[in-house]
Nanobody
Framework: QVQPVESGGGSVEAGGSLTLSCVCS????????VGWYHQAPGKQREFVAR???????NYADSVKGRFTISRDNAKNTVYLQMNSLKADDTGVYYC???????????WGQGTQVTVSS
């Protein structure tokens, strides 16, 4: 199984930028997709962005134009570039690995992002 490990969180002022990394323990092209999810304090975890094996991407409406998901196949790493950060972006960001063959779905431990207004 490909296990994700997140890093890159921190504290930033509103309007600032951060880049999160999700290092996967195996061949990133062997899985269906890698996604980023956000859990704000006291709220449910929500979808942020996803990159498919094919390279196709999709985003939550709330981050379109501000966040960019990308990957480095050689490093088995998926990135989330976050620009124009808002206070609402505060929370824990989780990386998710979605595999179809064999079927499994794994979460990382999360990385904290705090945006001060």
């Amino acid at each position: 199984q490909v296990q994700p490990v997140e890093s890159g969180g921190g504290s930033v002022e509103a309007g600032g930028s951060l880049t999160l990394s999700c290092v996967c323990s195996g061949n990133i092209l062997s899985i269906n997709a890698v996604g980023w999810y956000h859990q704000a304090p006291g709220k449910q975890r929500e979808f942020v962005a996803r990159i498919e094996r094919s390279g196709g991407t999709n985003y939550a409406d709330s981050v379109k134009g501000r966040f960019t998901i990308s990957r480095d196949n050689a490093k088995n790493t998926v990135y989330l570039q976050m620009n124009s950060l808002k206070a609402d972006d505060t929370g824990v960001y989780y990386c998710n690995v979605d595999s179809l063959v064999p079927p499994y779905n794994l979460w990382g431990q999360g990385t904290q992002v705090t945006v001060s207004s």
